[in-house]
């Protein structure tokens, strides 16, 4: 047990018990599976309106149906979102906003692993595209809406980004900002640690930002631990490299329930209210690699970042 009261075997249900999430309202990115689909379902437990991100409609509405049968006053909506598309992440938060709803917790979640070098509808690097630009564009587009929602409300908003302790597995550069979509350069474990890596840095720069704007809207990261779901794509080639087998087996292989446990504490639990710019593991606070520390290269990220999506 950390100093949380929580641990690795934690269930997302277990550190949720008896919080109250009846008025709030969240975005999950990728919950047609694995933990994507139990943090839906232990946030809809608690009350939360949630809104499901989803690349794949129909599998987003038979896991909307599932939640309903279990528990029939969920309120969950499905909303049709491809992160490796600018196009689809603008057109989500257009309708979104449109919609009128409130945001109070944003969770970006969604994420592919390990792909085969692969440029997306914008030309860029997949999995750099998909799971940091997809989600550092989404953030952008919903700020507004999220600070309005906290401002009207008096709640604490909440960003989350899944990240993953494979981040330390990256190029020795940290992020290859010249190399981003090189296919010469593409080695396909190094670029989803570079895009993890990058996830941590986008939540750190996001929450110094928000601290020193005086907004009242938290920014942090996590590793959800090591699972097995269908992230792991046994088609795209192989397992990972001994020292990233190495890295992630010095952690237990979680359950899905466990796996989905620290995105939902971070999510909701009242101790986490005001911490901002952490890095969480095991629900509890963690230690993140060097380079995910640094505020120098978060900075350059957000910069790069931003001078892609405008």
Not at 135 to 144: E, G, P, Q, V, Y
Request: with cysteine; proline share 3%; hydrophobic share 40%.
């Amino acid at each position: 047990m950390g100093s949380s009261g929580f641990s690795l075997s934690s269930t997302a249900e277990e550190v949720t018990e008896g919080v109250d999430g009846s008025g709030l309202t969240a975005i999950v990115t990728g919950t047609t599976h694995g933990i994507g689909t139990e943090t839906a379902r232990v946030l809809a437990l608690r009350g939360v309106h949630v809104i499901m991100g989803v690349r794949n409609m129909i599998a987003g509405n038979d896991v909307k149906e599932a939640i309903l049968k279990e528990i029939p006053t969920a309120k969950v909506d499905v909303m049709e979102l491809d992160l490796s598309s600018m196009a689809s992440v603008r057109k989500f938060a257009s309708e979104f906003i449109s919609s009128d709803l409130p945001i109070n917790i944003l969770i970006n979640n969604a994420g592919i692993c390990a792909t085969p070098f692969t440029l997306s509808k914008d030309n860029i690097e997949l999995q750099f595209a998909t799971n940091h630009l997809g989600h550092f564009l989404l953030t952008n587009l919903l700020l507004d809406t999220m600070k309005k929602t906290t401002t009207e409300s008096k709640k604490e908003g909440r960003i989350i980004n899944v990240t993953s302790d494979g981040h330390q597995y990256t190029y020795p550069e940290g992020i290859l900002f010249d190399k981003i979509s090189d296919e010469s350069s593409y080695q396909k474990w190094r670029a989803y640690g570079q895009s993890k890596l990058a996830n941590i840095l986008h939540a750190n720069e996001l929450a110094r930002q928000l601290k020193e704007d005086g907004v009242d809207i938290t920014a942090n990261s996590l590793h959800p631990g090591a699972i097995i779901t269908n992230i792991y794509n046994p088609m795209h080639g192989g397992y990972p490299p001994a020292d990233l087998i190495e890295l992630l087996g010095k952690y237990v292989l979680k359950s899905i329930q466990q796996g989905a446990a620290t995105t939902c504490y971070v999510a909701l639990h009242p101790q986490v209210k005001e911490v901002t710019g952490e890095y969480f593991s095991d629900c509890n606070l963690a230690k993140a690699s060097s380079q995910a520390t640094d505020a120098d290269l978060a900075k350059k990220l957000w910069d790069f970042s931003m001078n892609i999506i405008e």
